[in-house]
């Protein structure tokens, strides 16, 4: 069984328009756990009928991101062509590659009645081989997201990777594993995940007892894990519990970063930000 290496309290901070951000990463004390490169929890914020806005325009290159919403709704556009209104339950799977110029505002629907905003958003780094790809967008609405009943009040969702042998349709260049683990009543599971793979919990809703290392997590803290075991046990003691697990082998390669551009060199940097700077990114209507 893997065994914790440390509990964070992820970081508070704000974004965009004010919508509160926990952020494990990156933060001072950790830049990146590769192959991860950042991990945010925006909201919960609840906005009156037209107080929304959403995030404009901005660039990215060098990694994929995943958001997956818990609530509200967002429109996804860029420079590439990719457009879909991303719904409460849904996951976009962005990959940047040599770069793209994209928008995430709230739909008019969500604008005009308000609600509450929610959702997790995840960077994962390019291999340097796949660094300059052609940028894409996948978009998986939630009734297309793979469920597995593991019986005793627990579902499993598998919004990227491979899970149980069940497969989630999100393709990558890299090969991590994200699933939502939800339990419905207190109860435990065991996950196999290889033991080359980095392993992180995040707990978005409920508490985990681990009683091998006398702990016990809560919403918002991040558990990191050994790697000298293939499995890992779960323990929900809530009534209702969301544990989002990412799993991923790591890159080992170097990682610069500059807002959000990645690259593998401070050379390739200075050429992503001219690339950008002469419109080679795209434009967005």
């Known amino acids: 069984m ?3 290496v440390t509990i964070k309290d992820c970081m508070k901070t704000f974004e965009g328009d004010g919508i509160p951000i926990t952020r494990a990463f990156p933060v001072p004390e950790m830049r990146e756990n590769d192959p991860f490169l950042l991990f945010d929890h925006f909201g919960p914020i609840n906005y009156e009928p037209g107080g929304a806005t959403g995030v404009p325009a ?3 290159c060098g990694f994929e991101a995943i958001t997956y919403l818990l609530g509200g709704e967002v429109e996804h556009k860029d420079s590439w062509g990719g457009q879909a209104a991303i719904e409460t339950g849904d996951i976009q799977w962005m990959t940047t590659g040599s770069g793209l110029i994209h928008s995430e505002l709230v739909t008019d629907k969500f604008k005009n009645n308000g ?3 929610q959702g997790l958003q995840i960077w ?3 291999p340097q081989k796949h660094k300059k790809v052609k940028p894409w967008y996948q978009h998986i609405k939630k009734n297309n997201i793979p469920t597995i009943d593991e019986g005793n009040n627990v579902l499993i969702k598998v919004l990227v990777g491979k899970v149980k042998n069940v497969s989630s349709a999100v393709q990558t260049y890299s090969p991590v594993s994200i699933f939502d683990v939800q339990f419905s009543k207190p109860s435990l599971i065991d996950l196999d995940i290889p033991k080359n793979q980095t392993v992180m919990v995040y707990v978005i809703d409920g508490e985990l007892k681990f009683d091998v290392d006398n ?11 050994d790697q000298l075991s293939d499995m890992i046990n779960l323990t929900s003691i809530s009534s209702n519990g969301s544990y989002l697990v990412l799993a991923g082998e790591s890159i080992n390669e170097p990682v ?3 807002g959000p551009f990645v690259t593998n060199t401070e050379g390739e940097m200075k050429q992503v930000m001219l690339d950008y ?6 434009t967005l209507n």
């Open 2 to 4: 893997r065994k914790i």
């Open 58 to 60: 901005h660039p990215h």
């Open 115 to 117: 609600g509450i905003m």
């Open 124 to 126: 994962v780094n390019l």
């Open 215 to 225: 702990k016990i997590v809560r919403k918002g803290q991040m558990i990191y894990f």
């Open 256 to 258: 610069v970063r500059y």
């Open 277 to 282: 700077q002469n419109g080679k990114m795209g």
